[in-house]
């Protein structure tokens, strides 16, 4: 499976903006589909994901509130909606994509269950 994220860009703090990340190569409706975000130096941070069912989300306590993972498998899409951005959402965000099925949440927060990767879309929120 291949992933393209893209959608990201300059807003100012307050705004939203929704990422997409397209599949090719396969269909994403038998794998749980994630966000992370990274900035240079720092650590990978877990951002969202929902689980291959679709039923279920889970979000970094960061986003908690503020972003909201969907998916549409008809489109082998996924998304991203992002409100009241802050400057601290600034970073470089990634979709990802699990084809393994873990009862527990902590391999997806962890990044441990992720076997796809997109090449990032850049946000960027000035304050």
């Known amino acids: 499976v291949q992933l393209q994220a893209s959608g990201g860009g300059l807003v100012q703090t307050g705004d939203s903006l929704r990422l997409s990340c397209a599949a090719s190569?396969?269909?994403?409706?038998?794998?749980?589909m994630g966000w992370f975000r990274q900035l240079p130096g720092k650590e990978r941070e877990f951002v969202a994901y929902?689980?291959?069912?679709?039923?279920?989300?889970l979000y970094g306590d960061a986003v908690k509130g503020r972003f909201t993972i969907s998916r549409d498998n008809a489109k082998n899409t996924v998304y991203l909606q992002m409100n009241s951005l802050k400057p601290e959402d600034t970073a470089v965000y990634y979709c990802?994509?699990?084809?393994?099925?873990?009862?527990?949440?902590?391999?997806?927060?962890?990044?441990?269950?992720?076997?796809?990767w997109g090449q990032g879309t850049l946000v960027t929120v000035s304050s």
């Open positions: 190569g396969g269909t994403i409706g038998g794998y749980s």
């Open positions: 929902v689980r291959w069912s679709g039923g279920s989300t």
């Open positions: 990802t994509a699990s084809a393994q099925y873990y009862n527990s949440d902590h391999y997806y927060r962890a990044g441990s269950a992720w076997n796809y």
